[in-house]
């Protein structure tokens, strides 16, 4: 079944999307196995007391997001490449409520910028506690990302006392090379300071799903015009 025009390019924007989407979801997915599943992590999860606690509760977020995320991706990426009517119309009904989701997660993450803040500050010490005590390179890499990107450096950012200083980001300054911001505090203080554009980038991100939303429904009326044509054509013959 050929389709063109708007269509054809709703086609390729939805492939595209979805590799996008794909790509991210395997990222999340996998980290939060190797979180879960990781020696010198696996423990945590076999403890009843800390079932509640921030790091699993964050583990299994990105697991269960990475694995919707993926659903997802199989549904809209089969019904973008196939011109598949069903699949797509599973892929909305998704994408609809991953919009949704996103808008109302940016939002309370907005209101309540300070107790989001100081629940990444928990997934943080959590982080640090576990390389102090393993040592996991993997997890040295995850601080590493983390204190070059926010330019800390660790629970205390005292050159001469900092467990993981072997993480930490280059200083900036004479006095950052004794003492540099440290993690917790610098977490909770960016997200404060920023929870609009947080906020703005979980809206963003809904608004990208409305515009797969979009593009789904005209693929899908095109594909029905098609095949539409496609009967009425065969009808006119037989």
């Known amino acids: 079944m050929a389709i063109d025009g708007c269509g054809l390019v709703c086609k390729y924007i939805l492939i595209i999307f979805n590799i ?6 395997f990222a999340f997915l996998g980290l939060g196995l190797w979180l879960r599943f990781s020696g010198s992590t696996r423990g945590i999860f076999e403890i009843d007391q800390l079932s509640s606690s921030t790091f699993v509760i964050g583990v299994t977020v990105l697991i269960v997001l990475g694995s919707v995320m993926l659903f997802v991706v199989a549904f809209g990426d089969y019904g973008a490449c196939n011109e598949k009517k069903c699949a797509l ?13 996103e808008i ?10 300070h107790e989001v803040g100081r629940r990444l500050g928990e997934f943080y010490v959590s982080l640090y506690t576990i390389y102090v005590n393993s040592q996991d390179p993997a997890i040295g890499v995850t601080l590493t990302f983390i204190h ?25 300054g004479f006095m950052e090379h004794i003492v540099m911001s440290n993690c917790p505090l610098t977490i909770v ?3 404060e300071s920023r929870a609009p554009l947080v906020m703005g980038i979980f809206v963003g ?5 409305i515009t ?4 789904a429904a005209v693929l899908l009326k095109q594909i029905k015009k098609e095949h539409q044509e ?9």
Do not use: R
């Not at 991100?205 to 799903?209: E, P, R, Y």
């Not at 797969?212 to 593009?215: E, F, G, H, I, M």
């Open 212 to 215: 797969a939303l979009v593009c």
């Open 20 to 25: 996008i989407f794909a790509v991210v979801g």
């Open 148 to 172: 070059n990107s926010l330019h800390c450096c660790g629970m205390t950012g005292v050159s001469l006392i900092e467990l993981v200083k072997q993480t930490c980001p280059k200083p900036d």
């Open 205 to 209: 991100t809904g608004a990208l799903l």
């Open 189 to 191: 203080n960016v997200f």
């Open 89 to 101: 119309q599973v892929f909305s009904v998704l994408i609809f409520f991953l919009a949704i989701a």
């Open 104 to 113: 109302v997660v940016g939002a309370l993450a907005y209101s309540n910028s």
């Open 230 to 238: 496609i009967t009425a054509y065969y009808s006119s013959v037989y």
